[in-house]
């Protein structure tokens, strides 16, 4: 039987995070609530999650990002997608609804990677009826839902979950076999849309709103690693994150518009 399992890799976001997995609770079957050191009040709110229901939430904490992508191991060559959000996406529910019935369908069975609609958000106003940003497309889309029933494994060097490493592709897959939802519906059709508030402060212990990603925190040599290291301890000190110029490059880009967030809150 077809199930989806979602999976959260968070840290310090506790402005959003409660939105973020109300939000997508209908849509998965299970959801995987995994800190990564947080020191605000985000493992509280996970917490809280699971406590409410620990058939569907359960917690892990742990020490590097990595470790995220060993919790989906085991989904590999089993009829799952995995979706992967992020603390500060906010899906659509009322779409996701609609949108969990063609996956269930089959419609989307013969696909490695479904990608959709994104507004990166850089502007929301204090009631929440708007939102500001820059839309995929034709800016880089950040939706992760992944048909695990492709794969026969997936090891390798993983820097998180969902990123890197070597998926063993099972016989008619390959890794651009991607249905982009993006480029088929506008925004106001579209069956798998999020905003994403990337250029929003996430947390109530940071003042900076662009955070790096994990991939620009984690990759590349140790020199290079402890140069990052002792930034961030400093930023973190000063109560500031590291800003990101990636985030900027491919996030920020196309027409600036303004839409209705009320469907997200």
């Known amino acids: ?24 609770m209908e849509f998965c079957d299970q959801i995987l609530l995994v800190d990564h050191g947080s020191s605000d009040g985000t493992v509280e709110i996970l917490r809280s999650f699971q406590e409410s229901d620990s058939q569907k939430f359960s917690l892990h904490q742990i020490t590097h990002p990595r470790e995220s992508h060993e919790l989906l191991k ?7 997608w995995v979706f992967g959000v992020d603390g500060d996406e906010i899906y659509d529910p009322e ?57 026969a494994s ?20 390959h890794g651009q076999k991607k249905r982009l939802l993006q480029d088929e519906y506008g925004w106001n059709d579209a069956p798998l849309r999020c905003l994403h ?10 003042l900076s709103k662009v955070r790096k990603n994990i991939m620009e925190t984690y990759s590349g040599g140790k020199i290079k690693g402890m140069r990052r290291f002792f930034r961030s301890f400093l ?10 110029s990636w985030k900027q490059q491919h996030y920020a880009r196309g027409e600036y518009q303004t839409i209705d967030a009320t469907p997200f809150f």
């Open 1 to 24: 039987m077809t199930k989806i399992i979602g999976i959260f890799l968070v840290r310090n976001e506790d402005r959003f995070v409660e939105q973020a997995i109300r939000n997508v």
């Open 74 to 80: 085991q989904f590999a060559g089993t009829s799952t």
């Open 95 to 151: 779409r996701l609804r609609g949108f969990r019935l063609r996956l269930f369908s089959g419609e989307f069975n013969s696909y490695w990677m479904i990608l959709g609609n994104v507004l990166h958000v850089d502007q929301l106003d204090q009631k929440k009826e708007t939102a500001s940003g820059y839309l995929a497309p034709p800016s880089r889309s950040i939706t992760k839902l992944y048909n695990f029933s492709a794969i």
């Open 154 to 173: 997936w090891n390798g060097n993983t820097l998180e979950r969902l990123h890197g490493g070597d998926p063993q592709f099972r016989e008619g897959f």
């Open 197 to 206: 508030l990337c250029f929003i402060p996430r947390s109530s212990n940071y």
């Open 235 to 244: 930023n973190k000190f000063f109560g500031v994150s590291d800003v990101s």
